[in-house]
C-alpha cells in the first residue's frame, strides 16, 4: 500500500493553446520506485448524457511516486486497476488518491519498451471478476486473463494465467500493448510490429494489428480475415477510444515524419511501413488527423465530452481534438505543454466528468522529472458555448 499524503498542488500556466506536434522514442528500465502518494479526489457523479460538450477544469495531482503506470481500468464505482510496466504490478487506485498493491504478474520481462502493459475488465466482471493483461514475456507479447480473487486482491502466478493470446512478437519496441473491450462486447488488442516493418503487412502474422478476438481468444465472429486481425498496417498503436456512435480510433506513433489517428474499418490497411502520414495512395487509409513526430509520440487516446483527448510522449503534451457528426476531427488543441513530462494513458472516469492521465518519465530520457511517475486528473465542466459539432 503506498504512503498517503496530501499535494493539493494546482498547475499554473496549464492553459489552451493551438497545436502542432508527434513522435517515437525507446523507453530503457530506470531506478527503483519511491512509494507512491495521494491527493484526494471527489466522489463520482451522475454520468453525462452522450453529446454532451464538456471543457477541460484545472488539473490536479492524484498519485505520485509510481514506476511507469501503463494501463488503467475503471472499476464501477470510480476506482481503477492500474498496471506499472516495470515492477508488473496491478494495484487499485481509489477516487481519494489511495493506493493499494493488489498483486504481481509472473513471467514479465520488462526489457525496452516492454513489460506490463494494458488492462482490461471482462464486460461481466462484477459476477466473473475477471481481469485481462497484456505483458512481455522472453519470448513473445501476449495476453492472458486472471480470476481475482473475491476481496479483489490479483494471483498474477503462471498457474492463475488463462493464455488469451500468444505469440505476438516482441521487439526492443513497437510492442503496441492496449486492451479494451468494445461495445460488442469483443476484445481489441494494439499489436506493434516490433522494429520489423514489412510485416506490419502480413495478414498471417500478429505484428502491427488491430486484434478482435472473444474473451477465450478465438477470432470474433465478423472478423474481415476469418482471423483474429481487425485492422493491417499499424507502427505501433497504443491509443483505442470509441465515440458515442460507435466509430473506433486508434492512435499510433509514426517514424520520421507523422504520427496518427485513424478512424478504424474491418479490413482496412493503414499502409505501414509503405505510407506514413496522409498520402492518398490507392489501397491505403489515411488517418484523420496526423501531427509530426518531433511534438508528439502519440499513446493513449479516450473519447470524453465531445473529443478525443491523446497522451504525447516526446511531445509531453495532451492533444484535445473535437469529434464531428461525420466522424472527422476538428482543429486541436493542446494543453500542458512540458507541464507533466511524457504522457502515456489517458482514461475517462466511469461518468464521463473526469479523465485521469498518466506520466511515463521513470523510462524517459533524462527528464528533471524521471523517478516520479504520477497520475494526473483533469476534470470535465459543461461547455458555456459549443464552439464545435459533436456526435448526436
Not at 489501397?283 to 502519440?298: H, I
Not at 484535445?320 to 488543441?333: C, I, K, T
Request: aromatic residues 6%.
Amino acid at each position: 500500500m503506498g504512503r498517503v499524503r496530501s499535494l493539493t498542488r494546482s498547475v499554473a500556466g496549464a492553459a489552451l493553446v493551438l497545436v502542432v506536434a508527434a513522435g517515437c522514442s525507446a523507453e530503457p528500465p530506470s531506478p527503483p520506485p519511491a512509494p507512491p502518494t495521494a491527493t484526494p479526489e471527489a466522489a463520482p457523479s451522475a454520468p453525462v448524457t452522450p453529446g454532451t460538450v464538456l471543457n477541460p477544469g484545472e488539473p490536479r495531482e492524484l498519485v505520485t511516486g509510481m514506476e511507469v503506470p501503463w494501463g488503467i481500468a475503471f472499476l464501477p464505482d470510480g476506482s481503477a486497476l492500474v498496471t506499472q510496466r516495470i515492477p508488473a504490478t496491478i494495484s487499485r487506485v481509489d477516487p481519494d488518491g489511495r493506493v493499494t498493491e493488489l498483486g504481481r504478474v509472473e513471467g514479465v520481462t520488462p526489457t525496452g519498451e516492454g513489460g506490463l502493459l494494458g488492462i482490461a475488465l471482462s464486460p461481466g466482471y462484477a459476477t466473473d471478476r475477471t481481469v485481462f493483461v497484456m505483458f512481455t514475456t522472453s519470448d513473445d507479447n501476449r495476453v492472458v486473463k486472471i480470476v481475482a480473487d473475491p476481496d479483489g486482491t490479483i494471483d498474477g502466478s503462471r498457474g492463475n494465467q488463462q493464455e488469451v493470446v500468444t505469440g505476438i512478437t516482441k521487439g526492443g519496441n513497437h510492442d503496441g500493448g492496449r486492451l479494451a473491450f468494445g461495445p460488442d462486447g469483443y476484445l481489441y488488442i494494439t499489436a506493434g510490429e516490433a522494429g520489423r516493418g514489412d510485416p506490419a503487412q502480413d495478414r498471417d502474422d500478429l505484428g502491427g494489428k488491430i486484434l478482435r478476438v472473444t474473451a477465450d481468444g478465438a477470432p470474433a465472429p465478423g472478423n474481415p480475415f476469418g482471423t483474429p486481425v481487425y485492422t493491417l498496417g499499424h507502427r505501433n498503436p497504443q491509443g483505442l477510444a470509441w465515440d458515442p456512435s460507435g466509430r473506433l480510433y486508434a492512435a499510433e506513433f509514426g517514424q520520421n515524419n507523422l504520427d496518427e489517428i485513424n478512424l478504424l474499418q474491418p479490413g482496412g490497411n493503414y499502409g505501414w511501413p509503405e505510407v506514413e502520414g496522409q498520402e492518398g495512395r490507392d489501397g491505403f487509409l489515411d488517418p484523420v488527423a496526423q501531427q509530426p513526430v518531433r511534438n508528439a509520440s502519440w499513446s493513449g487516446l479516450t473519447y470524453a465530452g465531445g473529443s478525443l483527448y491523446v497522451g504525447a510522449l516526446r511531445g509531453e503534451r495532451l492533444f484535445r481534438y473535437p469529434v464531428n457528426a461525420d466522424g472527422s476531427l476538428g482543429e486541436p488543441q493542446v494543453l500542458f505543454e512540458d507541464v507533466y513530462g511524457r504522457i502515456r494513458t489517458v482514461a475517462t472516469t466511469p461518468d464521463g466528468r473526469a479523465i485521469w492521465f498518466t506520466t511515463s518519465n521513470r523510462d524517459g530520457r533524462g527528464d528533471p522529472r524521471d523517478g516520479d511517475d504520477r497520475i494526473i486528473v483533469l476534470p470535465l465542466s459543461r461547455a458555456q458555448h459549443h464552439p464545435f459539432t459533436v456526435s448526436p
